[in-house]
């Protein structure tokens, strides 16, 4: 070999594989303002919806006048219920089974809740026009508070389900009971009660909250009527989803509709269901015959589409005096809002929150969860974790902590004396899961030598120590977090959506000059697919990242897939990619055999193609068998170089991590800062170590705007106050704390390249590590739990009420 | 998020943009930064049927001197305060005061006329302007007039303006050499307005408060002066006693409302925590 001849490690780096810290290939498009959303979507002769919305929370309405609205230049139509009702599309099924109004039908239940879509020419002439219909309300009490939904005398939200003594999830107790949902053997869980040496209740409440990405859900619906087509660009998670929704309720044929779900900015869960706005702009241009944009602004974001959370979780551990857990109990009151659209799979109408057992090794445990309706917004959605994960998660997380407070342990300590050991993987948790593979000990350890955990427990006794000799007003608190997340629905046997098996799908196609085109069912919204999607296809097949483009988003050319959600995108559609890729490379080892005239199996792979076993300078590369594929196949082998393949896990992933937050408190102002902020992620195998960090930093920041102010909340009599990023905490580069991450890599036994997904486990572990941090700062002063959001003025009234404040 | 329609007008002197919204009556309004005025528009909380946007009006614009007054031209941008050498060096408090405005993007379009005039007890710089002793020109058709900071704010977006007038200018009296100073804000982040603030501008003489003024932002309907608070002080070399009495004097004329930054008790709290916290940076840093 001469000199110029690239070394194995050069030819390796070449192709931007699995490993390589590649750049976002999209960032191109993004940092130049290229990026094509759906606003930038202008068709000819395009008209402009927008929503009169309720100021009530629960009304009935009496009237609609939209006579002075019609005569506002350049307003066309005003679609009402009665409108919708000619159609049959007044109401619409939900994800979760439920019924949901599309416009209001007799009733509001809740405040912001669509009335009225008035269409015009633009968008100024549609918000004209709202503000002429007349809408007569005759206001009813609403209910806000869930733990009074299921009162006697609670006022009758859902008057469509008079009667209904059940729902999609089985009994409902209530007028305002939605299901309820067991897990666990009750009878084993009592009994460990019942013998327990030491036990810990709490109520810990996982607040209101909203995924609020930077582009707020939209959509342009374009009917035409002669070809009798419906072509959809939406903010879509889920683009396949939403085509065979729209069929299945508009009864359109499917193949006559078209969604593209251009750029995203952003999901976090808020994009995968169907909202009121789609149905209407869809039914506004089916009955004009013109293309209709719909654009929400802020204030409806973060009032009328999918929020998350709002579990009320009431939690117990059972346990030794030395502290070993034998068994854990939790009650959660769902508070759905005005009807049950959670995105989860069909059979789990509280997604997987009985992973609540967590890291820790609980010989029995039991769940009960109870959804129920009030007059706020519908939702529930996953807000950038798998679904609702990040909520038992929390409850875990905290639970433990109130348990070590009760034993007088360190809290690190009570987590390494009650891990599932890395021998007992695959375990199966006394909630159901089989937990695919796992080293928590190591995990755990490493975080507490990286951040020097000992010491920091020793400067907090003498900050406490000082503190209590009036020589500071601050407080410290250690957060400490060890989850273990559920993601990559999912397996068949378990997961589906509308009767959907939640498969992955990738094709890919090689052309002949050694590049292709791959496309899958998943649809990213920033998680940076086009870059990590190739490098997994450039390692399998040896054709370099940068030769393949990644093409996601249209239902008509890619494959069927469920979306990008709930961190499954990597174990699903990236398992399918690496399928695809490899019945490829199967064919090309057949056409590289005979261009070399050997038997298949004398051949291996190596980097970038096929060598000849022991003949080291018989190669023929992957570029080359591109080649060949278009004119010289074996005889009988079809030409060219492509596959498909649709990919039904056989198990779920559990990438799990160890965070640490450390925190200091003003007493006096409740000013917090976060000193230092470590995370510790185990995603198994990882695709690019540059994309994790940025999942990774992005999470955290959700995460600690979620625990330190981020909040939907309602005053008593059912108003949403927090309708803006005045008041809806939005943190800047300035408040987010610095991060440091680190890893260790436990691959998946079952997924193809050993990879668990990331993009949602730092906010699944981040919230309860600020969480914590700020009750251990507090639990010296003899508090056990103080509810989040931790905002300033909420850190100074639990100051107050522990007496370290006049 | 859409605001109604209107019509635009951009006169070029202030004879004419005083002539216009005297013309065009209530509907009209003067158009400054617009980062206060057009977001209430786009929630339709503002509905004028006509904007004067004073950006074509070029003796609106500036900092200069005039005795001992710094005299700041209405139109006279956030940013523009932060670039002036001038306030850097004799009235710093303003200097450090516009740097916790919002956000870069806020303070290039924002002006200091817009932000006295808007009469949002959440804007910085009316109490600032009080506690400097500030007065503002108010010219209208029938000519021009002074109006001390002080007697201007009347209740929230209620001043001391009358229709057809425009505030053309701020004068400052510059603060006596060697004085200590502080603006003290606490807020939730980047972009939110006041919990609580406090200005504070003294003297010291021999370790004792000399002279001291106390302004208080976001508080109250309007923006206040803590005039017992700031006696309290005087004489006083600001030990603990001192500043509690100052602390409670403050807090006794607040009266915020509460919102989503906390109940009423947390912002009076914290108030008083931003009055001691001022008192004790401006004698610190006072020569
Ligand atoms: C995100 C955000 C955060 C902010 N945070 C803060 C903050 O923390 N502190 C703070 O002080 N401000 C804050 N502001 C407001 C900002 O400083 C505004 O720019 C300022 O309040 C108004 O100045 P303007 O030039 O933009 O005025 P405009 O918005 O144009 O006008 C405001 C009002 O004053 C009237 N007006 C303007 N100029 C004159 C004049 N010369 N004569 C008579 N009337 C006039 C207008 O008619 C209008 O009613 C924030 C703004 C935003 C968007």
């Not at chain 1, 019924?99 to 633009?122: W, Y």
């Not at chain 1, 036990?199 to 619906?221: A, D, F, G, N």
């Not at chain 1, 906010?763 to 700062?777: L, R, Y």
Request: charged share 20%.
């Amino acid at each position: 070999m001469n000199d110029m001849t690239p070394t194995r490690e050069q030819r390796s780096a070449a192709l931007e594989g699995m490993g390589c810290k590649r750049k976002r290939v999209e960032d191109i498009r993004f940092t130049q303002g290229k990026g094509n959303y759906v606003d930038d979507v202008k068709l000819p002769g395009m008209l402009h919806g927008d929503f009169v919305r309720s100021p009530h929370p629960h009304a009935r309405v009496k009237r609609i006048d939209d006579s002075e609205a019609l005569k506002v230049p350049g307003v066309l139509a005003v679609i009402t219920a009665e409108t919708l009702k000619t159609v049959n599309l007044a109401w619409m099924p939900t994800l979760a089974g439920d019924v949901q109004m599309v416009l209001a039908d007799g009733k509001v239940l809740f405040q912001n809740q669509e009335v009225a879509f008035v269409v015009a020419t633009d968008r100024y002439a549609a918000d004209d026009g709202i503000n002429k219909v007349i809408v007569e309300y005759e206001p009813l009490a609403p209910l806000v508070d869930p733990f009074k939904s299921m009162d006697k005398d609670a006022p009758v939200l859902r008057e469509d389900l008079a009667g209904k003594t059940s729902g999609a999830h089985g009994p409902r107790k209530h007028h305002n009971h939605i299901f309820e949902w067991t897990v666990g053997d009750k009878e084993l869980t009592d009994a460990a009660f019942k013998k327990a040496e030491v036990t810990i209740k709490e109520m810990i409440s996982y607040h209101r909250t909203h995924p609020s990405p930077l582009e707020t859900c939209q959509c342009v619906c374009s009917f035409d009527k002669i070809k009798g087509e419906l072509t959809i660009y939406g903010t879509f998670q889920a683009p396949h989803v939403i085509r065979t929704v729209v069929s299945l309720i508009a009864k359109l044929p499917e193949q006559k509709i078209h969604v593209i779900a251009p750029d995203i900015g952003g999901g976090f869960g808020n994009k995968v269901g169907a909202y009121p706005g789609y149905i209407c702009a869809a039914v506004a241009s089916i009955v004009t015959g013109k293309p209709v944009k719909w654009v929400e602004d802020r204030i409806e974001n973060l009032t009328a589409t999918s929020f998350a959370r709002d579990y009320h979780m009431t939690t117990e551990i059972a346990a030794t005096k030395e502290g070993k857990v034998t068994g854990l109990r939790v009650h959660v009151l769902a508070d759905h809002g005005a009807f049950d659209a959670c995105a989860d799979p069909s059979k789990w109408p509280a997604g997987f929150f009985n992973i609540v057992t967590g890291s820790y090794d609980f010989p029995t445990a039991h769940l009960a969860v109870d959804g129920v309706y009030t007059n706020k917004a519908p939702g529930g959605v996953a807000y950038r974790c798998s679904f609702r994960v990040t909520e038992a998660a929390y409850c875990i997380e905290r639970a433990m902590d109130i348990l070590a407070q009760k034993l007088n342990m360190d809290p690190a300590e009570l987590r390494l004396k009650n891990f599932i050991k890395p021998e007992q993987f695959p375990y199966h948790s006394a909630l159901g899961w089989e937990y695919d593979s796992g080293d928590y000990h190591t995990a755990m350890r490493k975080m507490m030598e990286t951040t020097g955990y000992a010491a920091l427990r020793k400067e907090q006794a003498d900050k406490r120590a000082a503190f209590a000799r009036g020589e500071t007003r601050e407080i410290m608190g250690l957060g400490v977090s060890f989850f273990t997340e559920i993601v990559g629905a999912g397996p068949s046997k378990n997961c589906d959506i509308l009767g959907i098996a939640m498969f992955d799908s990738c094709e890919i196609r090689l052309h002949p000059t050694g590049a292709g085109i791959a496309r899958m069912g998943t649809k990213s919204q920033g998680q940076g697919h086009e870059t990590t999607w190739a490098q997994i296809i450039a390692t399998e097949i040896g054709i370099p990242a940068d030769n393949i483009m990644v093409e996601e988003g249209n239902t008509d050319t890619a494959p069927y897939g469920l979306g990008t959600y709930g961190s499954r995108s990597t174990p699903v559609a990236g398992a399918a990619i690496a399928m695809a890729a490899r019945k490829i490379k199967a064919k090309a080892q057949m056409i590289a055999a005979y261009r070399l005239e050997v038997h298949e199996d004398d051949l291996e792979f190596d980097i970038d193609g096929f060598r000849v076993k022991g003949l080291p300078e018989k190669f023929m590369s992957m570029k080359d068998i591109c080649w060949a594929a278009y004119n010289s196949v074996p005889p009988g082998m079809e030409p060219g170089l492509e596959a498909v393949s649709y990919y039904d896990p056989p198990n779920m992933t559990y990438p799990f991590g160890a965070y640490l937050c450390v925190m200091d408190i003003d007493v006096d102002t409740g000013v917090y800062n976060v000193r230092r902020f470590y995370a510790l992620d185990d995603c198994g195998t990882r695709i690019n170590p540059m994309i994790i960090e940025g999942q990774v930093h992005g999470g955290l920041t959700e995460a600690f705007a979620i625990a330190m102010g981020q909040e939907i909340r309602y005053d008593e009599v059912g108003n949403v106050v927090t309708g803006s990023f005045m008041d809806f905490f939005m943190p800047t580069a300035v408040e987010t704390p610095h991060w440091e991450t680190d890893f260790t890599v436990t691959p998946s036994p079952h997924h193809p390249i050993g990879a668990k997904g990331v993009g949602e486990s730092p906010n699944v572990g981040g919230v309860p590590a600020f969480s914590n941090a700020v009750n251990d700062a507090f639990s010296f002063l003899g508090s056990t739990h103080i509810q989040m959001p931790h905002d300033f003025w909420r850190n100074w009234k639990a100051a107050k009420q522990l007496g370290a404040v006049a | 998020m859409i605001p109604g329609s209107f019509s635009y007008h951009r006169p070029a002197s202030v004879a004419d943009a005083v002539k216009l919204l005297s013309d065009l009556g209530e509907e009209a309004r003067p158009l400054a930064g617009g980062h206060s005025l057009v977001p209430m528009m786009k929630l339709r909380l503002a509905t004028p049927a006509h904007l004067i946007d004073l950006h074509g009006i070029p003796a609106l614009k500036g900092i200069s001197r005039s005795g001992n007054n710094l005299v700041i031209g209405a139109m006279t941008t956030q940013h523009d305060l932060l670039a002036s050498e001038d306030v850097a060096k004799s009235m710093p408090i303003l200097h450090e005061a516009a740097l916790l405005i919002a956000d870069p993007q806020v303070r290039y379009r924002g002006t200091i006329g817009g932000n006295v005039a808007n009469g949002d007890p959440g804007n910085d710089m009316p109490a600032l302007m009080m506690t400097l002793g500030a007065s503002y020109r108010l010219e209208g058709t029938g000519g021009a007039r002074d109006v001390a900071a002080a007697d201007f704010y009347q209740g929230a977006y209620f001043t001391a303006l009358e229709p057809g007038e425009i505030l053309t200018s701020v004068s400052i009296p510059v603060p006596a050499a060697g004085h200590g100073y502080a603006y003290e804000k606490l807020k939730r982040k980047v972009g939110d307005y006041a919990t609580a603030a406090a200005a504070v501008v003294l003297t010291m003489a021999g370790g004792k408060v000399a002279t001291c003024a106390i302004g208080l932002t976001n508080v109250h309907e309007t923006p206040l002066l803590a005039a017992d608070a700031a006696a309290a002080v005087i004489g006083t070399s600001l030990d603990a006693a001192t500043l509690k009495t100052a602390a409670a004097a403050a807090a006794a004329i607040m009266a915020p409302a509460a919102d989503a930054r906390g109940p009423v008790e947390y912002r009076k709290h914290v108030g008083g925590i931003m009055v001691t916290r001022a008192l004790q940076r401006a004698a610190a840093n006072a020569k």
